[in-house]
């Protein structure tokens, strides 16, 4: 854990707030957590200025997009050598289709996230971005039907270690 930062209470509850609503004001931030805005605005300059706060991002809803359908592609490229998975990956990650895009261990080297209009398009994505690729070896297809947002990110909590005394 080299390249983990030391949090406060004070970082930790502007982290969760944060990530809860990316929109809060300094001030609201400052209230909710009993310090001064000045004070809090020095926190979250610090924790962008280490990496903690890697940046703000807009949520859409892909339906509204006409985007309502999503998949997982698990996605095996063979041969699994650098000088093809490097053009496979920027061409992945620049489709309008891709959401996210995994490296993975296992059977499996990458697990692609799309969301496309019906399942007519995600079966065009797959044959004319993924099938007719030459290191494409296999393509499985897992429709999502539902998906949730989970708690924010925390460090782990300092473990409790019993002495065998």
Same mark, same amino acid.
């Given at each position: ?21 990316? =929109? ?5 931030? %400052? ?5 001064? $805005?000045?004070?809090? /605005?020095?926190? !979250? @300059?610090?924790?962008?200025r280490t990496g ?40 992945? =990650? ?5 959401? %996210? ?5 296992? $059977?499996?080297?990458? /697990?692609?996230? !799309? @969301? ?19 290191e494409v070896a ?28």
């Amino acid at each position: 854990m080299a390249d983990s930062v030391v949090l406060d209470a004070v970082d930790l509850h502007i982290l969760r707030l944060l990530q809860n609503d990316a =929109r809060s004001t300094y001030r609201e931030l %400052a209230a909710e957590v009993g310090v001064a $805005p000045s004070t809090c /605005l020095d926190r !979250v @300059a610090r924790l962008r200025r280490t990496g903690v706060i890697l940046g703000h991002r807009l949520q859409l809803n892909p339906a509204k997009l006409g985007r309502g359908l999503e998949a997982l592609l698990l996605v095996q490229v063979r041969p699994h050598r650098r000088e093809l998975i490097g053009p496979f990956v920027e061409r992945v =990650r620049h489709l309008p289709e891709s959401r %996210a895009l995994f490296h993975l261990t296992g $059977p499996d080297d990458y /697990l692609v996230h !799309v @969301a496309v209009a019906d399942p007519a398009d995600l079966q065009r994505l797959v044959l004319d971005e993924f099938t007719s690729r030459r290191e494409v070896a296999r393509v499985e297809t897992r429709l999502i039907f539902q998906q949730w947002e989970c708690g924010p990110l925390l460090p782990p909590a300092p473990s409790t270690q019993v002495s065998a005394d």
